[in-house]
């Protein structure tokens, strides 16, 4: 079975500075892919960033990346410059070759950017 | 940018009544999903679908749950006789194929309110 674990319920950053947002995963499979959403107030699931099991460099889209350390199953997501608009709750999620082809998710962190 | 749509955005009912949430996923995705976040927790998955049937399911999907695609473009979600537990977003998603690394793209949510 596979878990995917957000340790940090809630953070606050202050505007312009980086944050990192954990995730830890478990799964026995060594086909899997990586992927953050962002979800604001409105509710929608936006995509950030993926990250493969194959992947040997970090992956980056803007301002987001992705610091994949694949011994100890984690897949931190870096924000860097924060801003305002970036306080969101931030999800984990899975998605392993040979466990169906469902997305599996974290508890989610709920970020705040203070001014 | 073609973009999954869902309706209604809210529906409200009373407990007992059948709803049907509708999506239209991407024209050319293959496989649809739908997921379902009670308010303040994670994203679950319900039921994956393809070639026109169920390809997995999760145990939250039971007998009161069905899908359906009635026409080649609609992908919707029934639940026969709401519970209060119902309440929650629900989001379909589609994607081109069941390859790990694709990227599943989500509708903006449906939130069901059960009276």
């Known amino acids: 079975a596979q878990k995917i674990t957000q340790t940090q319920p809630g953070m606050f950053v202050q505007e312009k500075e980086a944050v990192t947002l954990d995730c830890t995963y478990d799964?026995?499979?060594?086909?899997?892919?990586l992927f953050w959403y962002k979800q604001p107030s409105s509710g929608e699931m936006i995509f950030l960033i993926y990250?493969?099991?194959?992947?040997?460099q970090n992956a980056t889209e803007g301002r987001y990346s992705l610091n994949f350390q694949k011994a100890r199953k984690s897949a931190n997501l870096v924000i860097s410059a924060s801003q305002l608009g970036d306080s969101a709750m931030y999800f984990c999620?899975?998605?392993?070759?040979?466990?169906?082809?469902?997305?599996?998710f974290g508890g989610g962190t709920r970020l705040m950017v203070k001014p | 940018e073609p973009e999954v749509t869902q309706t209604p955005s809210h529906q409200v009912t009373q407990m007992g009544q059948e709803v049907i949430l509708r999506c239209v996923p991407i024209s050319n995705h293959l496989y649809f999903y739908w997921y379902r976040q009670i308010l303040g927790q994670k994203v679950e998955f319900l039921v994956s679908?393809?070639?026109?049937?169920?390809?997995?399911k999760s145990e939250i999907f039971d007998d009161q749950f069905s899908v359906e695609r009635p026409d080649g473009s609609n992908f919707t979600l029934k639940i026969r006789s709401t519970k209060l537990e119902d309440s929650a977003m629900y989001f379909c998603?589609?994607?081109?194929?069941?390859?790990?690394?694709?990227?599943?793209?989500f509708g903006p949510g449906t939130r069901l309110t059960v009276l």
């Open positions: 998603a589609s994607c081109q194929d069941r390859a790990f690394y694709n990227e599943q793209f």
């Open positions: 799964t026995s499979d060594q086909s899997y892919g």
């Open positions: 990250q493969g099991s194959y992947d040997e």
């Open positions: 679908f393809y070639n026109n049937e169920i390809s997995e």
């Open positions: 999620a899975m998605r392993a070759n040979n466990a169906g082809n469902m997305l599996t």
